[in-house]
């Protein structure tokens, strides 16, 4: 598994199954691990069937879990996402690192801050004429402005199912729509993919070149143009 604190691949972690009680909904347990690189712990909030020590209605450890329902990470809230780049300016930072927060709890909303953020990240650097999120998509594959991978991957939210198929699917980009699952995540990527072409890599040529002039000044050469 991946350690949703320290996004470390770690193959062994300390668990435990710790029973809670048991309503209408059937019983409840929380699932906690301990990450070994980081040492912090994961729980996630259970309901199944499943049997405790003792009565089977007993707080305690459970020692048998026959089937799981419904499960939520309850800490840490958030995505396992890495943390948004420092080059990302704040007027998109702040939605992904919002859809990232809240996609546990609500796929749904996380979807729409990140087809807002998308569309800002459109409009402002792509310089796309305001429309639907549908027709700028257009415009930007058009342009032939994205390397054809990114292309490729923009393209693809296109084929999300409900985002195709809601009768307003992107004249409101904020609004909450039904995503099937993965969908969510799957825009976070995108989102995280163009980040990286407007704003990470563009910041590490400029580095690179500020090394280089440093060194052509060091030995009296003029600076690379």
Request: with cysteine; glycine share 6%; hydrophobic share 40%.
């Amino acid at each position: 598994m991946k350690c949703p604190h320290c996004l470390l691949a770690v193959r062994t972690v300390e668990e435990r199954l710790i029973g809670i009680g048991t309503d209408s909904n059937g019983a409840w347990w929380i699932e906690r691990f301990k990450c070994p690189s980081c040492g912090k712990w994961i729980l996630r909030l259970c309901c199944g069937n499943a049997h405790f020590h003792g009565r089977g209605d007993d707080v305690g450890d459970v020692i048998q879990v026959n089937a799981v329902g419904p499960s939520m990470r309850v800490r840490p809230l958030g995505t396992s996402r890495p943390p948004c780049p420092q080059e990302v300016p704040q007027e998109y930072a702040s939605d992904y690192v919002e859809a990232c927060l809240v996609l546990p709890l609500s796929p749904k909303a996380s979807a729409a801050l990140s087809r807002r953020c998308l569309q800002h990240l459109l409009r402002s650097k792509a310089n796309v004429t305001p429309g639907t999120l549908n027709s700028e998509i257009d415009q930007i594959l058009t342009s032939h402005a994205l390397p054809p991978h990114l292309a490729d991957t923009v393209d693809a939210i296109r084929n999300f199912g409900n985002f195709a198929a809601h009768p307003i699917p992107d004249q409101k980009t904020g609004s909450i729509i039904d995503v099937e699952e993965g969908e969510a995540e799957w825009v976070l990527e995108i989102l995280e993919a163009l980040f990286d072409f407007y704003f990470v890599q563009p910041a590490l040529a400029v580095a690179r070149k500020n090394r280089l002039n440093q060194k052509l000044n060091s030995a009296g050469k003029p600076p690379a143009k």
